[in-house]
Every structure is written in C-alpha cells, then in structure tokens.
C-alpha cells in the first residue's frame, strides 16, 4: 500500500503550487490538476483517496469533477474551496455527497488535520482498531454514561483538554441514539470568520448584506433533526451566544436578513476547553447560555490519567500509521510503551498521533524505539516525583507508580496476567486485587 493520493483540483497557480508542496511536505501523493478537464483525465488513470477541488475552474466547476467519477470509483471523500459567493452551491453539494467545504481564506493548518484524519479513517475502515470507549476503566464509564445519555434529548456539554476526544465522544452520543441516521454537523466556533459567523450557524437572505447573492441554509438547517456539535463554543461571540440561547429556549431562529420562523428539531451537543465559570465571571460568556447547555456535563479525562488504555492505543496508531505510509507495522519494544506510560502527554491523543506518525515514518521499520518516540525525552506529568513534597502524598505517589509498573509489565508480557505476576515478583492473586483496585483489565 502506498501513501495516499489527493487529487488537487485548483486553477490558481500560486495556490496550486503552495497546497502541493504543503501536502507533500505532510507524507501526502498529490495529483494536481488545473482544470476540469484535467481533473476528469486524471480520474481516468488514477484512484485518488481525497478530492480536494476548487468550485469553479476555467472550463467548468468542481461539481462536474465530483460527479463524473461516481459511476467508477464510488464517493471518493471530497471537500471543496470556496469563495464565500458560492457557499450555496458547497453546501448543496455537501448534501449530495461531497465531505465537506473550506472558504477561502482558509486555515491550511486545519485542513491539513482534516486531511489527515480523513486519510487515517478511511485507511483503517476495514480493519480492527481499539474503540476509544474501551481502552481504559475511566473511557469505558464515559461511554457507558454517554450511550444512557444519548436517549436523553437534552443539551450535553463535554468538557476537558485539548485533544482529549471530545469529538469523538460527540459523534458516539449521535451514534448511539436514535438521531443516528440523520446528520452529524461538527462546528469550530473558534475557526469561524467573525464577519460570516452569524450567517454560517443561522443562514442568510439574499441581499442581506453585501455579496449574498442567493439564499444561504446554515448549519443549524444542515443539522435538520440530527447532532449540531460547536466545539470551542467558549470562543462564540456574545452577540451569537444571545441568539443560541433562543434557538436552544424556543427552538427557532431567522436567517439573516430574513423575517420567517424556522424551527430546529434537532439535537445541540458543545464542547470546551475552557472554563466556562471563570469567562462567565469575567463577562465573557453569558450566564444563561451556560446553564442552559450545562443541562448533562462530562468531562473527558486527559490522556496522562488513563494509562491503562495507552498500550492499546499506541499499537492502535501505530498499525493505523504504518497502513497509510505502506509499510509492515513495526513491533513496539517494551521500553517504549514503558515510557508513553511516564509522559505526561500535554496534547493528549493528538500528540500521541503525532509522535507515532514521526516514529513509524522515521524509525528503522521493524521495531519502533523508545528513542523514536521520544528523540527529546519524555515531560513528566504534573504530580510526579519530581514536582515535590507537594506534589501529593505518598500513599498516592506509590499507588500511581505500582499502576504505572502494572500496566508496562501487562504491555511487556502481551497483556498475560500469570507472566505479569511472573515478572513483578506478586503471587496472581495479589495482581488480580491490585487490577481491580486501579481499574485495569487484561486478559484471562
């Protein structure tokens, strides 16, 4: 298997040029095409894992491109650029099919993780991969309450770090409930453009302001009766939070420029990394709104307090890694797991995707190293020996440490609890009571 291929659909040269040496840069193969013509010749000899495509091009338009190819190789994912004059035609074509669109200017960075996580999910579609609500005790009681949560239909609000998986933990509540089958609508608050955040969430009417030429449905209308998910909904600006709160009080909004009443039957999830009390306190963020979407809070815990998942999900992303880049997936020498359990992982499971990524695409290819994850050392959590006596008492500095031990000898002996036993020096029954106690599961 080779890296994936992204057929780049873009006429303008400099931008062309810039999105190619950016997505090769990124381990990406890029087949750029400045036409639609050229496009449509390409997918006659090549079958591209993501289209990337402009909306309109010197002889046509990326709809074209994106519907020439149906018949032969299927819904290829596609997002689309656009300038914000043809927002309408992206979000029909969203609604036809397409992944999704960026407007132009757009965050290279993001689109970038997009395609990313666009290239890993559709590299490990068929294969086995660890269930993120079941890799440790604290992830497994997390989804337990999130799938009892999902029958529920009130607002949620997932709390934690950066990179914890709050999207992920938004898409298992859609998932598991009984708007499953309809539209699943993830929203940045912090990426939205200020002067076009209010028409992207409500829409807009022709003429509302200058350059809406046509009618616009936002995602409040893209979301129908399914899941509206605003992340960093902490960064909404004021003027929207007033008008969230009335969506979420009366179910209804207006477009902008508009004067009909539509009604929102779907579903409103948000997420933060924030606190929420302390930008209420400073008059950031309106008291309101917070209580009225603090209805069913979780948090989701950072990746340093649940170690006994981080065995399975460095093999996990190491195989996922190894399948994108085309090669074997690599063993994972005990000393490597034994340190991934005494990181302190400050970017959680974005980093940990990270530093395998650089790993597997750097390593020696049979066996990833200690050295390969780490080239400039581990960074000790917070808490750990070496932050001082106030760091916690000593009861608990042993008991995370005899976690810690446990679980490395679990991912040294292939999750074997008689060889962990074995190889601590404790009788099976005495690694059985200490499991319990700290939550970690193995094989029998």
């Keep these: 298997m080779t890296q994936p291929l992204i057929l780049l659909v873009e006429d303008d040269a400099t931008l062309g040029a810039s999105l190619r040496q950016r997505l090769e840069l990124e381990g990406f193969r890029v087949s750029w095409a400045r036409t639609a013509d050229e496009a449509l010749a390409s997918l006659s000899r090549i079958e591209p894992a993501i289209i990337l495509s402009d909306i309109r091009l010197p002889d046509g338009d990326g709809e074209t491109v994106m519907r020439r190819h149906f018949d032969r190789l299927g819904l290829v994912p596609t997002i689309f650029m656009t300038a914000f004059g043809d927002i309408d035609q992206a979000v029909r074509l969203v609604r036809d099919g397409a992944l999704d669109y960026v407007t132009k200017p757009f965050d290279l960075d993001r689109l970038v993780d997009t395609l990313r996580d666009l290239a890993s999910r559709s590299a490990m579609a068929s294969e086995p991969h660890s269930d993120p609500f079941a890799t440790s005790a604290a992830m497994r009681r997390i989804g337990e309450m999130l799938s009892r949560a999902a029958g529920i239909d009130l607002p949620v609000l997932l709390l934690g770090e950066t990179g914890t998986g709050k999207e992920v933990a938004a898409r298992h509540l859609h998932r598991t409930g009984p708007r499953a089958a309809l539209p699943f609508v993830p929203v940045n608050c912090g990426a939205l453009p200020g002067e076009l955040a209010d028409s992207m969430i409500f829409g807009h009417e022709r003429g509302s302001f200058t350059g809406a030429v046509g009618q616009h449905r936002g995602f409040l209308e893209e979301a129908e009766a399914g899941t509206l998910f605003l992340d960093e909904i ?91 880049m085309g090669r074997p997936a690599p063993a994972i020498d005990a000393s490597a797991v034994e340190a991934a359990l005494a990181h302190g992982w400050p970017g959680n499971i974005r980093e940990m995707i990270n530093r395998v990524d650089r790993a597997v695409a750097l390593g020696n290819g049979s066996t990833l190293l200690e050295r390969d994850l780490f080239p400039d050392g581990i960074s000790k959590p917070a808490g750990s020996l070496d932050m001082g006596p106030a760091s916690g008492t000593l009861s608990d500095i042993r008991e995370a440490a005899e976690r810690r031990h446990i679980v490395a000898a679990l991912a040294r002996t292939g999750n074997s609890p008689k060889e962990a036993a074995d190889l601590l020096g404790v009788s099976r029954t005495t690694l059985w009571e200490k499991m319990r106690r700290y939550g970690i599961e193995a094989d029998d």
């Design 234 to 324: 902490g960064d909404l600006p004021l003027s929207l939070q007033v008008k969230l709160l009335r969506v979420l009080e009366t179910r209804e909004f207006r477009r902008l420029g508009g004067s009909e009443m539509r009604t929102f039957s779907g579903r409103i999830v948000c997420a933060t990394n924030r606190n929420l009390e302390a930008l209420v306190a400073d008059g950031s963020f309106r008291e309101d709104l917070w209580f009225r979407i603090n209805v069913i809070s979780c948090t989701l815990p950072p990746l340093r307090e649940r170690a006994d998942g981080i065995p399975d999900m460095l093999r996990s992303f190491t195989a996922a890694a190894a399948m994108r």
